[in-house]
């Protein structure tokens, strides 16, 4: 399950990651009325696929969900939910040591 979320963190953060450089850019190379629009809608694009990968990553942390709204206002956000502890991963090792996996 946890890996489950992780590919799909992937693989919707990397190409939100992309779309999220190229819109802007295509900003400042192509001044046409046009592509002003297209890198828009590019970068919003962006921003709400590295969202639905914040979110699966989140899930993949064994965490709340609005914890990828902190990593989408801020780096420091990001780097709280990477540094957070995997709930599963330690219901699993108190198990393994005999213990109450909730307690």
């Not at 799909?8 to 999220?20: I, K, M, T, V």
């Not at 639905?52 to 609005?66: L, N, R, S, V």
Request: charged fraction near 15%; charge should be positive.
């Amino acid at each position: 399950m946890i890996a489950k979320y992780n590919r799909r963190s992937l693989y919707w953060g990397a190409p939100g990651l992309c779309l999220q450089i190229v819109g802007p850019i295509m900003f400042m190379v192509w001044e046409s009325e046009a592509t002003v629009y297209v890198g828009a809608i590019a970068a919003l694009t962006g921003l709400t696929m590295l969202m639905i990968g914040f979110i699966y990553y989140a899930k993949a942390k064994d965490q709340h969900p609005a914890w990828a709204g902190m990593a989408l206002l801020s780096w420091i956000g990001f780097i709280v939910l990477a540094r957070l502890p995997d709930r599963h991963q330690r219901s699993i090792d108190r198990m393994n040591k005999g213990l109450c996996p909730k307690c």
